[in-house]
Protein backbone atom coordinates (compact mmCIF):
# COMPACT_ATOMS: atom_id res chain seq x y z
CA UNK A 1 0.00 0.00 0.00
CA UNK A 2 3.07 2.69 0.43
CA UNK A 3 4.11 1.48 -2.32
CA UNK A 4 1.23 1.92 -4.07
CA UNK A 5 0.98 5.51 -2.72
CA UNK A 6 4.82 6.08 -3.84
CA UNK A 7 3.75 5.20 -7.45
CA UNK A 8 -0.01 6.43 -7.69
CA UNK A 9 -0.24 8.90 -5.31
CA UNK A 10 -3.49 10.32 -6.41
CA UNK A 11 -5.13 6.56 -6.44
CA UNK A 12 -8.71 7.07 -5.98
CA UNK A 13 -8.86 11.04 -6.54
CA UNK A 14 -11.16 12.37 -8.97
CA UNK A 15 -9.59 15.30 -11.05
CA UNK A 16 -11.49 17.54 -13.14
CA UNK A 17 -9.79 18.82 -15.84
CA UNK A 18 -10.82 21.45 -18.95
CA UNK A 19 -9.03 22.19 -22.36
CA UNK A 20 -9.73 23.54 -26.37
CA UNK A 21 -11.42 26.64 -27.68
CA UNK A 22 -15.13 27.33 -27.18
CA UNK A 23 -17.42 27.64 -30.05
CA UNK A 24 -20.23 29.76 -30.05
CA UNK A 25 -22.75 29.29 -32.95
CA UNK A 26 -23.69 32.47 -34.96
CA UNK A 27 -25.78 30.21 -37.33
CA UNK A 28 -25.86 26.57 -38.50
CA UNK A 29 -22.58 27.34 -40.28
CA UNK A 30 -20.39 29.95 -38.53
CA UNK A 31 -19.25 30.06 -34.87
CA UNK A 32 -17.12 32.29 -33.31
CA UNK A 33 -13.63 30.35 -31.65
CA UNK A 34 -10.34 31.07 -30.47
CA UNK A 35 -6.83 29.56 -31.50
CA UNK A 36 -6.55 27.04 -27.95
CA UNK A 37 -5.15 23.68 -29.03
CA UNK A 38 -5.81 21.92 -26.10
CA UNK A 39 -2.40 20.81 -25.81
CA UNK A 40 -2.11 22.11 -22.30
CA UNK A 41 -5.25 20.79 -20.99
CA UNK A 42 -4.71 17.17 -22.43
CA UNK A 43 -0.97 16.99 -20.75
CA UNK A 44 -2.25 17.74 -17.65
CA UNK A 45 -5.04 15.27 -17.80
CA UNK A 46 -2.50 12.89 -18.84
CA UNK A 47 -0.20 13.72 -15.99
CA UNK A 48 -2.84 13.35 -13.90
CA UNK A 49 -4.31 9.99 -15.27
CA UNK A 50 -0.39 8.92 -14.75
CA UNK A 51 -0.06 9.66 -11.16
CA UNK A 52 -3.16 7.21 -10.63
CA UNK A 53 -6.03 10.03 -10.42
CA UNK A 54 -9.69 9.49 -11.94
CA UNK A 55 -9.29 11.80 -14.47
CA UNK A 56 -12.59 13.83 -15.93
CA UNK A 57 -11.29 15.54 -18.72
CA UNK A 58 -14.45 18.02 -20.66
CA UNK A 59 -12.72 19.70 -23.49
CA UNK A 60 -14.28 21.84 -26.52
CA UNK A 61 -13.20 21.00 -30.12
CA UNK A 62 -9.82 19.62 -30.34
CA UNK A 63 -8.00 17.20 -32.28
CA UNK A 64 -5.97 16.36 -29.29
CA UNK A 65 -6.43 12.83 -27.89
CA UNK A 66 -5.31 11.15 -24.53
CA UNK A 67 -2.22 8.78 -24.22
CA UNK A 68 -4.36 7.23 -21.16
CA UNK A 69 -7.49 6.08 -19.59
CA UNK A 70 -9.16 8.87 -18.36
CA UNK A 71 -13.21 9.99 -18.30
CA UNK A 72 -13.40 12.43 -21.71
CA UNK A 73 -16.76 14.51 -22.05
CA UNK A 74 -16.84 16.70 -25.31
CA UNK A 75 -18.34 19.52 -25.05
CA UNK A 76 -18.95 22.84 -27.88
CA UNK A 77 -19.86 25.95 -26.17
CA UNK A 78 -19.09 27.89 -22.72
CA UNK A 79 -23.21 27.40 -21.95
CA UNK A 80 -22.29 23.57 -22.15
CA UNK A 81 -19.06 23.52 -20.94
CA UNK A 82 -20.40 25.42 -17.45
CA UNK A 83 -23.30 22.74 -17.31
CA UNK A 84 -20.63 19.89 -17.49
CA UNK A 85 -18.24 21.55 -14.77
CA UNK A 86 -21.11 22.12 -12.95
CA UNK A 87 -22.19 18.26 -12.75
CA UNK A 88 -18.39 16.68 -12.32
CA UNK A 89 -17.05 19.39 -9.75
CA UNK A 90 -18.65 18.92 -6.59
CA UNK A 91 -17.17 15.43 -5.97
CA UNK A 92 -13.63 16.51 -7.57
CA UNK A 93 -10.33 16.99 -5.09
CA UNK A 94 -9.18 19.39 -8.08
CA UNK A 95 -9.84 21.50 -10.90
CA UNK A 96 -7.66 22.59 -13.29
CA UNK A 97 -9.56 25.14 -15.81
CA UNK A 98 -7.11 25.29 -18.86
CA UNK A 99 -9.80 25.59 -21.46
CA UNK A 100 -10.13 29.25 -23.44
CA UNK A 101 -13.83 29.80 -22.57
CA UNK A 102 -15.13 32.39 -24.87
CA UNK A 103 -16.36 35.56 -23.03
CA UNK A 104 -18.90 36.45 -25.32
CA UNK A 105 -21.58 34.77 -26.97
CA UNK A 106 -23.77 36.09 -29.91
CA UNK A 107 -27.16 37.10 -28.53
CA UNK A 108 -29.73 35.17 -30.88
CA UNK A 109 -28.40 32.29 -32.87
CA UNK A 110 -30.08 32.33 -36.35
CA UNK A 111 -31.64 28.91 -37.72
CA UNK A 112 -31.42 29.59 -41.08
CA UNK A 113 -27.96 30.18 -42.52
CA UNK A 114 -27.70 34.19 -42.35
CA UNK A 115 -27.23 35.30 -46.31
CA UNK A 116 -24.76 38.66 -47.12
CA UNK A 117 -26.59 41.49 -47.50
CA UNK A 118 -25.41 44.90 -46.57
CA UNK A 119 -22.43 46.29 -46.70
CA UNK A 120 -21.73 46.31 -42.81
CA UNK A 121 -23.01 43.65 -40.37
CA UNK A 122 -22.83 43.70 -36.63
CA UNK A 123 -23.73 40.81 -33.87
CA UNK A 124 -25.23 41.44 -31.03
CA UNK A 125 -22.68 39.63 -28.17
CA UNK A 126 -23.66 39.01 -24.48
CA UNK A 127 -21.14 37.88 -21.83
CA UNK A 128 -20.72 34.42 -21.18
CA UNK A 129 -21.24 32.23 -17.60
CA UNK A 130 -17.35 32.94 -15.81
CA UNK A 131 -17.14 29.18 -15.27
CA UNK A 132 -13.92 29.51 -13.10
CA UNK A 133 -16.04 32.44 -10.69
CA UNK A 134 -19.07 30.29 -10.22
CA UNK A 135 -16.69 26.88 -9.19
CA UNK A 136 -15.11 29.05 -7.28
CA UNK A 137 -18.07 30.10 -5.52
CA UNK A 138 -19.00 27.00 -4.44
CA UNK A 139 -15.91 25.35 -3.56
CA UNK A 140 -15.41 23.80 -0.48
CA UNK A 141 -13.18 23.17 2.12
CA UNK A 142 -10.10 21.32 0.71
CA UNK A 143 -10.73 21.41 -3.03
CA UNK A 144 -8.56 23.04 -4.86
CA UNK A 145 -9.61 25.49 -7.89
CA UNK A 146 -6.48 26.25 -10.34
CA UNK A 147 -6.98 29.45 -13.10
CA UNK A 148 -5.35 30.53 -16.23
CA UNK A 149 -4.50 34.05 -17.25
CA UNK A 150 -3.36 35.08 -20.68
CA UNK A 151 -2.32 38.36 -20.52
CA UNK A 152 -0.26 41.17 -22.49
CA UNK A 153 0.36 44.00 -19.73
CA UNK A 154 0.15 44.15 -16.63
CA UNK A 155 0.75 40.77 -16.00
CA UNK A 156 1.67 39.69 -12.23
CA UNK A 157 -1.32 42.28 -11.05
CA UNK A 158 -4.18 41.19 -13.54
CA UNK A 159 -3.67 37.42 -12.55
CA UNK A 160 -3.60 38.35 -8.85
CA UNK A 161 -6.93 40.12 -9.51
CA UNK A 162 -8.26 36.99 -11.48
CA UNK A 163 -6.78 34.68 -8.87
CA UNK A 164 -8.37 37.03 -6.27
CA UNK A 165 -11.54 37.59 -7.76
CA UNK A 166 -12.36 34.00 -8.70
CA UNK A 167 -11.99 32.64 -5.28
CA UNK A 168 -8.97 30.55 -7.19
CA UNK A 169 -5.91 28.17 -4.63
CA UNK A 170 -3.81 28.84 -8.01
CA UNK A 171 -2.83 30.92 -11.00
CA UNK A 172 -1.21 29.82 -14.02
CA UNK A 173 0.10 32.86 -15.68
CA UNK A 174 0.59 33.05 -19.49
CA UNK A 175 2.24 36.05 -21.08
CA UNK A 176 1.85 36.43 -24.84
CA UNK A 177 5.28 38.30 -24.65
CA UNK A 178 7.05 35.31 -24.14
CA UNK A 179 8.45 33.61 -27.75
CA UNK A 180 6.91 30.01 -27.45
CA UNK A 181 4.26 30.54 -25.28
CA UNK A 182 0.35 30.58 -25.29
CA UNK A 183 -1.64 28.85 -28.49
CA UNK A 184 -1.07 26.67 -30.82
CA UNK A 185 2.60 25.77 -29.58
CA UNK A 186 4.49 22.87 -28.04
CA UNK A 187 5.83 24.86 -25.68
CA UNK A 188 5.11 27.41 -22.55
CA UNK A 189 6.64 29.89 -20.44
CA UNK A 190 4.51 30.02 -17.36
CA UNK A 191 4.67 32.21 -13.59
CA UNK A 192 2.46 30.11 -11.05
CA UNK A 193 0.90 32.20 -8.38
CA UNK A 194 -0.86 30.90 -4.98
CA UNK A 195 -3.31 31.95 -2.68
CA UNK A 196 0.26 33.32 -0.61
CA UNK A 197 1.36 35.38 -3.30
CA UNK A 198 4.54 33.01 -3.75
CA UNK A 199 4.94 33.86 -7.36
CA UNK A 200 7.33 30.81 -9.56
CA UNK A 201 9.05 31.68 -12.58
CA UNK A 202 9.21 28.59 -14.95
CA UNK A 203 11.92 28.33 -18.02
CA UNK A 204 10.25 27.80 -21.26
CA UNK A 205 9.58 23.99 -21.58
CA UNK A 206 7.52 21.52 -23.25
CA UNK A 207 3.87 21.57 -22.22
CA UNK A 208 4.37 18.46 -21.28
CA UNK A 209 6.71 19.10 -19.15
CA UNK A 210 4.97 22.29 -17.93
CA UNK A 211 2.00 19.52 -16.74
CA UNK A 212 4.42 18.03 -14.51
CA UNK A 213 4.93 21.36 -12.83
CA UNK A 214 1.67 21.86 -12.51
CA UNK A 215 0.61 18.49 -11.04
CA UNK A 216 3.64 18.55 -8.60
CA UNK A 217 2.05 21.97 -7.07
CA UNK A 218 -1.74 21.31 -7.36
CA UNK A 219 -0.84 17.94 -5.37
CA UNK A 220 1.87 19.88 -2.74
CA UNK A 221 -1.86 22.18 -2.48
CA UNK A 222 -3.84 19.11 -1.59
CA UNK A 223 -1.32 18.05 1.08
CA UNK A 224 -1.57 21.04 2.68
N1 LIG B 1 -12.75 31.41 -17.75
C1 LIG B 1 -13.92 30.75 -17.41
N2 LIG B 1 -15.12 31.16 -17.95
C2 LIG B 1 -15.17 32.20 -18.80
C3 LIG B 1 -13.99 32.89 -19.15
C4 LIG B 1 -12.78 32.46 -18.60
O1 LIG B 1 -13.88 29.79 -16.63
N3 LIG B 1 -16.35 32.56 -19.31
C5 LIG B 1 -11.49 30.95 -17.14
C6 LIG B 1 -10.44 30.45 -18.10
O2 LIG B 1 -10.60 29.06 -18.33
C7 LIG B 1 -9.14 30.72 -17.36
C8 LIG B 1 -9.46 31.92 -16.52
O3 LIG B 1 -10.91 32.03 -16.49
O4 LIG B 1 -8.78 29.65 -16.50
C9 LIG B 1 -8.89 33.20 -17.02
O5 LIG B 1 -9.23 33.44 -18.33
P1 LIG B 1 -8.79 34.79 -18.99
O6 LIG B 1 -9.36 34.90 -20.37
O7 LIG B 1 -7.31 34.98 -18.82
O8 LIG B 1 -9.48 35.86 -18.01
P2 LIG B 1 -10.89 36.52 -17.97
O9 LIG B 1 -11.36 36.43 -16.55
O10 LIG B 1 -11.79 35.96 -19.01
O11 LIG B 1 -10.60 38.05 -18.24
P3 LIG B 1 -10.01 38.77 -19.59
O12 LIG B 1 -10.26 37.85 -20.77
O13 LIG B 1 -10.77 40.04 -19.67
O14 LIG B 1 -8.54 39.00 -19.32
CA1 LIG C 1 -11.23 35.82 -21.25
Known sequence: ????????????????????PTYEAIDPVRFIG???????????????????????LISGPSAQKSKFKIERIDVTSAAEMLEAC???????????????????????????????QE?????????????????????HDGQILVGFALETHNEEQNAIGKLQSKNLDLIILNSLNDAGAGF???????TMIDRELMST?????NKDEVAIDICKKVIELMNA
Not at 1 to 17: A, C, F, N, Q, Y
Not at 89 to 100: E, G, H, P, R
Not at 104 to 111: F, G, H
Open 1 to 20: STEIKKKLPLKGEKILVTAG
Open 34 to 56: NHSSGKMGFAIADRFAELGANVT
Open 86 to 116: QLHFADAKACVMSAAVADYTPEIVADKKIKK
Open 119 to 139: DRFNIDLKKTVDILKTLGSVK
Open 184 to 190: QTDTNKI
Open 201 to 205: VFELK
